[in-house]
């Protein structure tokens, strides 16, 4: 049998920044971080947009809005410091109408209270930053908003803790808990303390530990199409005014770092957790269970998961998608948009309770373990901060004494 202080599960970028915090605090200590896949970055953590985002479309009062803005300054050091790619290229968020327009106000003082960079800009302004945007009459602009390569910085981070002396298993799968042992599909681990940071799988994992009671993931699947207009056809990114009622962003122009163009994503519930492509990877028992988790949506007051689920499916059609994209900019013409990219999966907490989306960030544990239930978008962007929170609080719960 294995033994180790703290054992990860998962290693996308939260339980990667977890592991490399704890190591960095408790030198002597062993850290393992284990992960299902053969390969790094197969799930959110190098499928997502690669957005670096600033951190003013949360409130004050949100772990989202703290760690969105320290992570946007730490991820965009990580990247310069070692060499990875970055594309420094900012966002316009552009108003569609007279309604949108008053909304730009509450995300400009959401960003105030936040304490990020931002600049309220006229149409003139806006159209000077990036020629193509349209805009009602007024933009809000986020000099600090970038984007880098998800997949780069989850392989780098991953050589990183090897480096520090994190014995990093792949293909290894949590199975089961047997009292403070991890039984994994490749052996047992006696654990001082368990670390669940495993995305899709983060609440059936934490209900095995006692955890996760009222919480449930939803899986919701973001599609995005690729443009064919050269690389530096667009300056920035441009994004819409959100519904501020969900946490999904609506369809944006995004800037990759080669400077190619993608327009996206879809938000719409997922069949089963890992539904990628057609029936790869998929779980007869899971489609029942979120069949029935989203038809308990159903009515709720919280979340309008009909109109949510007809306007979000209507995206999977390209005509409809590059039709929300032409609202935001001129020259997107249908033919730019052929090929749909690599999918994403958006591990959605749900609180069974109130049958509503979990907006912000939560953990949970005790002594002996702890579970990140909701760290999704902008998971990324936070991931070095976040770590940092996650391992006070298990500082709190006096579960790293043995490694001090």
Same mark, same amino acid.
């Given at each position: 049998? +294995?033994? *180790? ?11 990667a920044? =977890? ?9 002597t200590?062993?850290? %393992?971080l ?24 949360y %409130?004050?009062d ?5 760690f ?18 970055i594309?420094?290229?900012?966002k316009?968020v ?5 309604d949108e327009?008053?909304l ?7 960003? !105030? ?8 800009v ?6 000077? @930053?990036?020629?193509?945007? #349209?805009?009602y ?10 984007s880098?390569?998800? &997949? ?29 042992a991890? !039984?994994?599909?490749?052996?047992? @681990?006696?654990? &001082?303390?368990?670390?669940?940071a495993? &995305? ?6 934490a209900?095995?530990f ?9 899986p ?6 690729k ?7 667009? +300056? *920035?990114? @441009?994004y ?7 946490? $999904? ?23 089963? #957790? ?13 489609? =029942? ?6 038809m ?6 919280h ?5 949510l689920a ?5 995206k $999977?059609?390209r005509?409809?998608m ?16 052929? *090929?749909?990219?690599?999918?994403? =999966?958006?591990?959605q907490?749900?609180d069974?309770?109130? !049958?509503?989306?979990?907006m912000? $960030? ?9 579970h990140i239930?909701?760290?999704?978008s902008?998971?990324? *962007?936070?991931?070095?901060p $976040?770590? +940092?929170?996650?391992?006070?609080q298990?500082d ?6 043995q490694?001090?």
């Amino acid at each position: 049998m +294995r033994s *180790t202080d703290f054992l990860v599960i998962g290693g996308g970028i939260v339980g990667a920044s =977890i592991a490399r915090e704890l190591k960095r605090r408790y030198a002597t200590a062993s850290v %393992t971080l284990i992960d299902k896949e053969a390969h790094v970055g197969m799930h959110a953590s190098g499928r997502n947009s690669g957005v670096l985002h600033a951190g003013f479309y949360y %409130t004050a009062d949100s772990l989202k809005a703290r760690f969105t803005r320290d992570g946007n300054r730490e991820l965009t050091e990580y990247c310069l410091a070692n060499n990875l790619d970055i594309r420094q290229c900012g966002k316009l968020v552009v108003a569609r109408n007279e309604d949108e327009d008053r909304l730009l106000d509450e995300l400009a003082e959401r960003g !105030r209270l936040n304490g990020v960079e931002l600049e309220m800009v006229s149409a003139d302004d806006a159209a000077r @930053i990036e020629p193509r945007a #349209r805009t009602y009459s007024r933009a809000l602009y986020s000099p600090n908003t970038s984007s880098a390569d998800p &997949g780069q910085v989850i392989r780098h981070l991953h050589d990183e803790l090897a480096s520090m002396g994190v014995d990093v298993l792949m293909d290894t799968a949590f199975v089961s808990r047997r009292g403070r042992a991890v !039984r994994t599909s490749v052996g047992t @681990i006696n654990a &001082g303390h368990v670390v669940n940071a495993a &995305g899709l799988y983060a609440d059936q994992i934490a209900k095995a530990f006692g955890f996760s009671e009222k919480y449930a993931i939803l899986p919701f699947k973001g599609l995005y199409l690729k443009s064919t207009e050269p690389p530096g056809s667009l +300056r *920035t990114h @441009i994004y819409p005014v959100p519904d501020l009622k969900y946490p $999904f962003l609506g369809v944006h122009f995004t800037i990759q770092v080669n400077g190619s163009v993608k327009i996206g994503p879809t938000a719409i519930p997922a069949f089963w #957790r890992e539904n990628y492509r057609g029936l790869e990877r998929f779980s007869l028992s899971e489609l =029942i269970d979120i069949g029935i988790r989203a038809m308990r949506l159903l009515g709720s007051p919280h979340l309008d998961l009909g109109s949510l689920a007809w306007e979000e499916g209507r995206k $999977f059609f390209r005509r409809r998608m590059v039709q929300l994209a032409a609202e935001l900019c001129t020259g997107v013409e249908y033919s730019h948009y052929r *090929t749909w990219a690599p999918p994403g =999966i958006r591990a959605q907490l749900v609180d069974t309770e109130k !049958r509503a989306l979990v907006m912000d $960030f939560i953990v949970e544990g005790d002594m002996h373990s702890t579970h990140i239930l909701n760290a999704v978008s902008p998971g990324w *962007t936070c991931a070095f901060p $976040f770590a +940092r929170y996650v391992v006070d609080q298990m500082d709190g719960t006096h579960c790293s004494e043995q490694a001090r």
